[in-house]
């Protein structure tokens, strides 16, 4: 199948078709004369988003104000309870759905808010009967329910703190361990600090809760900052550590420092869930926070889909509602003309049969990506389309514009790196000039990708530095692409969820912070010149391959770099695509002012788009010069054929 | 003296079985990269097995077998049935889908036999102590350990000499290269499932031995120790598994030992605060060697 | 006997290859060359039964053995010794032969591992040594040992001579004809593009997964086929 059929040519870096080449900023809600490629402000989709989502809980728990009158379950508890497990689902959400990593432990920071909260707005009366030996002098401390919930709230930030400054650190299947442990430590204390909490039984007296607007309000409070979380920068870097850590890294997003803030701000929102839970119950103790409950939180939130807020919403609305209903069937009752018979443990069979379900037929969940403000997005769309009379055709397509280079060279010095006993990469140094773009070619096992990957900070080296300029770029992958120096990967590392504008957003985010010195780069002329608006939308891993190569490499262009670093971009690629690429990185490296270092094994491709080449043969340098003197060079020939003659 | 050998024989047993299981999650994270949470409802199968057969007299003799012969047949279904399908999934749904599952199982025994306990006779040996000296010693203790270490090097044997470990130690390896090899890649994987339901039947027969009953939820928490001993000794490690085993059960039983009396509840609480604690230090497990992920 | 014909395998979104042509005659030692990332592993995985093609077909001596897997492969004789040899470092090197036995009845087993231990007098030395000891040459030693553990018709090597010293190499392109005066048809990838033309009956060069060049000893000439390699307007 020829690669480019039907889309976009990709090798334009000027003029573009499909959209009219317009250098729409991206920015201004405000109405006047349409421009074609006009997309709402970053403030739209969040306030679409809260828009789509309180409608969305409105409807459900109208619907379940409908389903519990028909039934003969306690109405209003089913709602109270759906709405209060919205905010624990909700909070949850805020963690798993944007950082990917699976936390079996939000229900320990449930149980410190409600137990703080509880605690405090016991009546003291009855705390001097139920826990006598309280310390910290709890026993004297009456506070109103309100303000005991903003200090179990707070409580619980203090703690989250603590927690995250560990599990945001880690990943993957440590940080899941670690939060399953700290889900039993807290269970552990709370059952055993008997003068404190009163023991494992259940203490009472809590102060209930006057009617359901307190929840609604609660519930409509944590899909704002979920929403807003979800399109705040900070989320959206999280999300691009979600699809991939390396990747997001190398854009320059601290990925620990954004787990850590959503890990704080889900707790504070749990622990709120928490509090609520216990007032609603009038009672609180160590079994509702146990490891079962955590199961259903997750299910509710797995099963909706974690990405969204809409997905968490859903969830929990599916399973409570389901669970209702199994349970309502198991007590045997008459309906539908039919005898039901009495089964014990039908909901907890629902709850697992529908997780199921999920995970083997739709594991991204019910409703995968999508969220309620998508939909309201569209309605207000289409009603701007409709209400415009002529779309303004474009005049000239936008000549790309060029961005100014920079001043100092990237110098690798010296730079090398022994494994064992091993010399991967023998003291080498290489200068890319301003503007210049260098090749770095060798035979197989010729020690490329270590040498980029130690440019770029993703090995430590045993020696040499690399140099931009005066400065040196940095030891870390953040700290080289903040510093200036951006790379593509050999095995293509798009962010795959996110769609091909976010994912050059996200790139666009960090130079806005730390690039700030070098001049903005549209986005949007971005994508024309990578042959990409007319996918702008997309999710990135729904692009054929070549549109995805060029797509990481507009990702690296947006960081403002002075240096791209691309690692075999036209690896996979026929001869035809690849002499596509030749003028398609020229155009993007003018556009963005940068120099360019460029590994592949595609000589052809090497010797036409550099200016000079570099050769490497076992981790030295075996000769540099012009394209034409690299090919004819006899020790490069040999190297790659072989020396015997 | 005495107390510390009392204390390290009650370690070793209930570490025994904490290993048996552990093994088998290790092994079954070898082959295929996912952590099987429903491993520990072949505890709760041979349960309700086991009650079965002791309602209708027969002896433990006959009950034995029939455990492990279903923990083996229930492994391998729960691998035909649900694992077969996601094989190449990512990480997530494969945990998630062992969760569900064993929650599923919690579920249909509730609805199909009852959430109520349902005892059955115990062995009178298996509470039963004798003396050395002045050092008490539990029989069940002696017998779990003993099992587990034969078992351990049935095991090994197994996985040295046998061309079925041989495929299984190489796939766990290099999934691909073993294939090359000629090794079938179904049989390799349903046959690690089966002898991780073997391990997992024998440590089923010694629990119920002292459990005496049946119910729901009872696979969850000798589960949730055999995860957590696996991951301390590194997934996929098959001796670390056994040391993470051993090791829990040991420091469960001095960690409630050293606690002043009213505080012994919060053994549980300290023992997750030291695996937190390794985690932070070391992520990857005590004896596991991580493969650098290719850029 | 081994027939390609517009061999077609994708990984995902990328196209490894495109359409390849190749043709290996009984008894013949064939080489494949060309620049990296152009397709060679792909094409020889795709033979020996680990990847399925997205389309075209393979024939040997005239059966057609597209897609099948690897343990039917083995018995109907190709094996295929992978490129960086991935030997089972935690195995011995006698568990590695044996493994590599699996579909040899077990009688003969034992036979053809004496037997190669004989002709490969290191791993016999080390028949009990974890693989992960052994030096870059030894492990090449070892990976053709397993490949001709089936006693195979065809056998298919990946670079065998990546990151050996030169005179590990002289060893390694010995055995390779000695393996072909053995009467075994050989196709085999080389970085040693040059040295490996020169012995082989034919060759063929692949560029971005498709073949670009076939022919004999001509190649001889390297300046022409480092043009082959670097391709378009040279």
């Given at each position: ?645 | ?169 190489a796939?766990?390896?290099d999934?691909d290269a073993a294939?090359l090899m ?114 | ?40 592993t792909?094409?020889l995985?795709?033979?020996a ?30 094996a295929l010794v992978p490129e960086r040899r991935r030997i089972f470092k935690?195995l011995?090197v006698?568990e590695n032969l044996?493994l590599a ?15 190669l231990?004989?002709r490969f007098?290191i791993l016999?030395?080390r028949?009990?040594?974890?693989a992960g000891?052994l030096s870059g040459g030894e492990a090449q030693q070892l990976a053709v040992a397993r490949a001709l553990m089936c006693?195979p018709?065809?056998l298919l090597l990946d670079e065998p001579c990546l990151g050996l010293?030169?005179?590990m190499?002289?060893v390694v392109?010995?055995l390779l004809?000695?393996l ?6 050989i196709?085999v990838v080389e ?44």
């Amino acid at each position: 199948m020829s690669p480019s059929t039907g889309f976009a040519s990709g090798s334009d870096s000027g003029g573009t078709p499909g959209s009219g080449g317009t250098t729409g900023s991206g920015g201004t809600t405000g109405s006047g004369d349409v421009a074609t490629s006009r997309r709402p402000g970053p403030a739209a989709p969040l306030f679409a988003s809260v828009l789509g989502n309180f409608a969305l809980l409105l409807v459900i728990t109208l619907g379940g104000f409908a389903y519990a009158s028909v039934g003969s379950s306690a109405r209003d508890q089913l709602i109270t309870e759906m709405l209060i497990s919205v905010v624990l689902v909700v909070g949850l959400q805020v963690f798993m759905g944007n950082t990917g990593v699976l936390s079996f432990g939000h229900l320990g920071f449930a149980s410190i808010g409600a137990y703080t909260a509880s605690l405090l707005a016991i009546p003291e009366v009855r705390k001097h009967v139920l826990l006598p030996d309280a310390p910290f002098g709890i026993g004297n401390i009456e506070v109103p329910v309100f303000s005991a919930t903003i200090i179990g709230i707070a409580v619980t930030f203090v703690v989250a703190l603590i927690v995250g400054v560990v599990v945001a650190r880690t990943n993957g299947l440590a940080a899941t361990m670690i939060t399953l442990a700290l889900l039993f430590m807290v269970d552990s204390v709370a059952r055993n600090w008997t003068d404190l909490t009163g023991g494992a039984g259940n203490l009472g007296s809590i102060p209930r809760l006057e009617g359901r607007v307190w929840v609604l309000v609660c519930a409509a409070i944590t899909i704002s900052i979920a929403a807003a979380f979800r399109f705040s920068p900070i989320g959206r870097m999280a999300q691009a550590s979600r699809e991939d850590d390396l990747a997001a890294r190398a854009m320059g997003v601290n990925s620990s420092m954004v787990r850590f803030v959503a890990l704080v701000l889900s707790a504070g929102i749990v622990g709120l869930g928490g509090a609520l839970r216990s007032q609603s119950l009038g009672t609180i103790g160590p079994s509702q926070f146990s490891f079962d409950f955590t199961i259903i939180v997750i299910a509710m939130l797995v099963v909706g889909g974690m990405q969204t807020v809409s997905g968490a919403i859903v969830g929990t609305a599916i399973i409570t509602f389901g669970k209702e209903f199994f349970r309502f069937l198991g007590d045997g009752p008459q309906w539908l003309g039919i005898d039901w018979p009495q089964v014990e443990g039908l909901p907890d069979f629902f709850l697992a049969a529908v997780l199921l379900a999920v995970l083997l037929t739709r594991p991204a969940g019910l409703l995968g990506a999508f969220d309620a403000g998508d939909l309201v997005l569209r309605i207000v769309r289409r009603r701007r389309m409709k209400s415009t009379a002529l779309l303004t055709p474009s005049a000239q397509p936008v000549r790309a514009p060029r961005a100014p280079l920079g001043d100092d060279s990237l110098v690798a010095h010296g730079l090398g790196v022994t494994f064992g006993g091993f010399v991967a990469v023998d003291a080498v140094t290489i200068t890319v000039a301003p503007g210049e773009i260098r090749g770095l070619i060798g035979p197989n096992g010729a020690g490329k990708t270590t040498f980029v990957n130690l440019v770029t900070g993703l090995v430590e080296p045993s020696h040499g530095e690399v140099r931009l300029g005066e400065r040196r770029v940095g030891t870390t992958p953040t700290r080289v692409a903040r510093g200036g120096v951006a790379r593509t990967f050999q095995n293509l590392r798009v962010f795959g969820g996110l769609s091909v504008r976010e994912n050059i957003a996200i790139a666009g985010l960090v130079a806005r912070r730390h690039r700030r010195h070098r001049p903005a780069i549209d986005a949007d002329a971005l994508l024309a010149a990578s042959g990409l608006t007319a996918f702008a939308d997309h999710p990135a891993r729904a692009l054929d391959y070549g549109n995805q190569r060029r797509l990481e490499i507009a990702r690296a262009a947006a960081l403002r770099p002075d240096f791209l670093l691309l690692d075999e971009p036209t690896s996979g690629m026929s001869d035809t695509e690849s002499a596509a690429m030749v003028s398609h990185i020229r155009g993007i490296a003018e556009m963005v002012g940068a120099g360019v270092l460029v590994i592949d094994h595609d000589l052809g491709f090497i010797t036409t788009i550099c200016d000079h080449v570099t050769v490497l043969d076992q981790g030295r340098i075996l000769a540099e010069g012009t394209p034409a003197e690299v090919k004819t060079d006899p020790a490069v020939v040999a190297a790659y054929l072989g020396s015997h003659a | 003296m005495t107390e510390i050998l009392q204390n390290l024989a009650d370690g070793l047993g209930a570490g025994s079985t904490y290993a048996l299981f552990a093994v088998g999650v290790s092994l079954i994270f070898g082959v295929m990269h996912l952590v099987n949470f429903a491993h520990g409802e072949l505890l709760t199968l041979g349960a309700y097995l086991a009650y079965w057969m002791l309602l209708r007299e027969f002896g433990w003799w006959v009950v034995v077998p029939a455990v492990i012969g279903a923990a083996v047949l229930g492994s391998m279904s729960i691998e035909f049935v649900a694992f077969r399908r996601i094989r190449g999934a990512n990480p997530f749904t494969l945990l998630l889908t062992s969760f569900a599952l064993e929650v599923l199982s919690h579920a249909v025994w509730k609805v199909f036999v009852s959430s109520k306990r349902k005892p059955f006779a115990t062995p009178e040996w298996a509470f039963e102590s004798f003396a050395i000296g002045s050092v008490r010693f539990e029989w069940w203790n002696i017998v779990a350990f003993g099992v587990a270490v034969l078992s351990f090097a049935v095991t090994a044997f197994v996985l040295r000499r046998t061309m079925f470990g041989l495929a299984v130690r190489a796939a766990a390896e290099d999934f691909d290269a073993a294939r090359l090899m000629g090794v079938k890649a179904n049989r390799v994987i349903s046959g690690a499932f089966a002898f991780a339901g073997l391990l997992a039947g024998i440590a089923s027969s010694l629990i119920l031995m002292r459990k005496g009953g049946a119910e729901p939820r009872m696979g969850a928490d000798p589960l949730l120790k055999a995860v957590i001993a696996a991951v301390i000794g590194g997934l996929g490690s098959l001796p670390g598994a056994v040391a993470g085993g051993l090791a829990l059960g040991v420091t469960e039983v001095f960690v409630r030992d050293l606690l002043p009396e009213d505080l012994g509840g919060l053994t549980d609480g300290l023992v997750f605060a030291v695996i937190a604690l390794l985690f932070i230090v070391r992520p990857q497990g005590l004896f596991n060697v991580e493969t650098a992920e290719r850029v | 006997m081994l027939e390609v014909d517009r061999l077609t395998t994708r990984y995902g979104e990328i196209t490894a290859l495109h359409g390849a042509d190749l043709r290996v005659d009984e008894g013949e030692m064939v080489a494949l060359v060309g620049p990296n990332g152009a397709g060679k592993t792909t094409l020889l995985t795709t033979v020996a039964g680990l990847v399925r093609p997205a389309s075209g077909s393979v024939r040997f001596c005239s059966a057609n053995i597209t897609g099948h897997d690897p343990a039917r492969l083995l018995r109907a004789g190709i094996a295929l010794v992978p490129e960086r040899r991935r030997i089972f470092k935690d195995l011995t090197v006698g568990e590695n032969l044996r493994l590599a036995g699996t579909t040899v009845p077990s009688s003969h087993r034992r036979v053809r591992i004496h037997e190669l231990c004989e002709r490969f007098p290191i791993l016999g030395e080390r028949v009990d040594v974890a693989a992960g000891y052994l030096s870059g040459g030894e492990a090449q030693q070892l990976a053709v040992a397993r490949a001709l553990m089936c006693d195979p018709k065809l056998l298919l090597l990946d670079e065998p001579c990546l990151g050996l010293a030169p005179a590990m190499v002289d060893v390694v392109f010995e055995l390779l004809v000695e393996l072909r005066d053995q009467g075994r048809t050989i196709l085999v990838v080389e970085q040693q593009a040059h040295r490996v033309i020169g012995v082989a009956d034919r060759s063929y060069v692949l560029r971005t997964g498709r073949i670009v060049a076939a022919g004999g000893k001509e190649f001889a000439d390297r300046s022409d086929l480092f043009a082959s390699y670097v391709g378009g307007a040279a």
